[in-house]
Each structure stands twice: as C-alpha cells, then as structure tokens.
C-alpha cells in the first residue's frame, strides 16, 4: 500500500508543471526526474539507484471530454493479440519511443520500474505495459482507467506476467467506458450508442474504493451495485468529484494510515 500511496501521488503529480514536479520528485523524493512529451502524451521518469517510476499525465477535461476521448474503434496492432482502442494506442505510440529512450539513458533494470497514470493516463499505462517488452513494469497501478482491451486482448494480457492493479472509486464513471454491453444489446438504445463503442473489456484485477472509503479487492458485482447505490444517496461532493484525482490520492491516503495504525507503526 506504501507503494501505492507514493503513485496515486505521482498520478496526480504528473498534471502539474515541471516546476512542481522537480520540486516533489528531486527534493521530496530525492529521485531524478525526466519529462517526456510528444504530440500531446505526457509522462514523467523517476528514478534513483534502485527504483523507477513512469507516471503518465490524464487530460485536463470536463467528463463530456473524456466520454469523446473514449469514443473510438478497435484495431489491431503488432504488439497486440487481439484489438485496443484506437485513441489510446496512438496516443501511446507517439510517445514510446521517447519513453524507452529515457528509460535505457537512466539505465533502468528489471524488477525496478513502476508504472502509472489517473484516468486516460491509465490506458496509456496499459498499453505500456502490454506492448514494451524490453522494460517491464513489475506493477502498474492505476486509478480511474477507462477499459482499453477487447475481450482477447485482455485474456491475452492477464494470460502474461503482467501485474495490472485497478483502482476504481464507488460511482466513477470512467472505468466503465467504453462500454463493456455486446453491440446487439446497445444499438436499440440510442443514447448509449452514441456515447461509448461496445464489446470492451478491462484486464488486471479491480480494487474498489467503496462509499466508506473502504478498499476491496475484486468485490461482487452486486456489492458494487449495492454501494453505488449508497453512493448516490450519500453524495454530497461535485457531480462527477468520484473521478477526481485528488479524490483517489486522498482516499489511498487515508486506508494507507489505517493500515499502518492498525500494525502499530503509528
């Protein structure tokens, strides 16, 4: 959870400018930091003699933004089997050349890189995952991920030595799009025909952040929808607040020193 704590705050660091990244990541961490940026992808690399982490950034947008962002179709690629979307590979692709650059020039090793990224970043973060085969992260976290696989290509990835852990907050509506509903099932419904493509899948293994703020691993189906429920009822923030990243930061934060306080370390 320790490790978790520290990328839900990289997440939320890497929207900021590159002043307040250098402050956190060099003087707080004591971490050497690199910024990657290429044709609107964003990341920034941490690294120390013994630990990386490659933090990508999400897009600053209002939830209309994202739900275009996430329109998009399934295409195949060659480091792929099975199909992606097609906005978040490109947005992957433009910039992986760049990110494997920095990563041979800090000379990161196996075993050391962490990956992670809040919202859209979290498909970029993914992607890195599925189709850099020379530096493979031995955890990628993320917190608010849209899906980004088909169905095969999810089987494929869980089917690897890929560590993929999700956060998902009670009602945020990011880590269901796009829509996971068959295209039979979603065509006589206009409105969701319109907002998301169909027949997507997520891979990795879910952690949710219940109404308590609670976190669960891999919970029922009805146990969400029952708390989502609650989540409604006892909603007091803004509308869309359960996709905040500061909101995930806060709510890792808080279970992390419970924890801690639970083991005596407090």
Not at 223 to 234: H, L, M, N, Q, T
Request: aromatic residues 10%; charged residues 20%; neutral net charge.
């Amino acid at each position: 959870m320790n490790n978790h704590l520290q990328l839900v705050h990289a997440s939320e660091l890497a929207y900021a400018s590159t002043d307040k990244i250098e402050a956190t990541v060099i003087n707080d961490w004591g971490f050497n930091v690199d910024h990657l940026d290429r044709n609107d992808s964003q990341a920034f690399l941490a690294t120390n003699t013994t630990r990386a982490i490659l933090a990508f950034r999400g897009t600053e947008k209002n939830l209309a933004d994202i739900i275009t962002d996430c329109k998009g179709r399934k295409v195949r690629h060659s480091k792929l089997v099975g199909r992606g979307h097609e906005g978040f590979i490109d947005g992957y692709s433009s910039i992986s050349r760049e990110i494997d650059t920095a990563l041979h020039d800090r000379k990161v090793k196996l075993g050391e890189l962490s990956v992670t990224g809040h919202s859209l970043a979290g498909a970029l973060a993914q992607l890195f995952t599925a189709m850099d085969t020379e530096f493979k992260p031995f955890e990628t976290v993320t917190f608010g991920s849209p899906r980004v696989f088909d169905s095969t290509a999810a089987k494929w990835f869980n089917s690897g030595d890929n560590v993929l852990i999700r956060y998902e907050n009670n009602n945020d509506i990011v880590p269901h799009l796009p829509t996971s509903l068959p295209g039979w099932l979603v065509i006589p419904v206009p409105v969701l025909k319109y907002i998301t493509p169909t027949g997507y899948r997520h891979a990795g293994v879910r952690r949710y952040i219940d109404t308590c703020g609670r976190i669960h691993h891999e919970p029922s189906v009805w146990y969400r929808a029952r708390d989502s429920v609650f989540g409604v009822i006892e909603h007091t923030g803004p509308l869309f607040g359960d996709h905040y990243k500061e909101h995930y930061h806060r709510l890792i934060g808080r279970s992390w020193m419970l924890l801690t306080r639970q083991a005596g370390t407090l």
